[in-house]
């Protein structure tokens, strides 16, 4: 079955930098856009960042634009997302997810990792 697994997340000070993996198998990843959604305590999920099948296109939220950088590797079927300049209020836990090109919405989710930036 497909399985998305993230890791990475942690505790870091703010100003300081984190990168996020998102290992996948179960589906022949390039064919699935992917994407990086958060969710906060007492928050809705919210979108962080997209990437295309070739990484060639990529999307961001504007809360984290120019401080983030979402990149995939086909070959290994791994998914990152890069996140530099880390405020307080990018704390949340952070989610990997998939869908076919063409699909509406994201279908696999991962299990989430804890991101929390200390002030």
């Known amino acids: 079955q497909v399985q998305l697994v993230e890791s990475g997340g942690g505790l870091v000070q703010a100003g300081g930098s984190l990168t996020l993996s998102c290992a996948a198998s179960?589906?022949?990843?390039?064919?699935?856009?992917m994407g990086w959604f958060r969710q906060a305590p007492g928050k809705e999920r919210e979108f962080v960042s997209g990437i295309s099948l070739t990484g060639s296109r990529t999307d961001y939220a504007d809360s984290v634009k120019g401080r983030f950088t979402i990149s995939r590797d086909n070959a290994k079927n791994m998914v990152y997302l890069r996140m530099s300049s880390l405020k307080p209020e990018d704390t949340a836990v952070y989610y990997c997810a998939a869908r076919r090109l063409g699909a509406g919405s994201y279908m696999y989710w991962g299990q989430g990792t804890q991101v929390t930036v200390s002030s």
């Open positions: 179960g589906l022949t990843f390039s064919n699935y856009q």
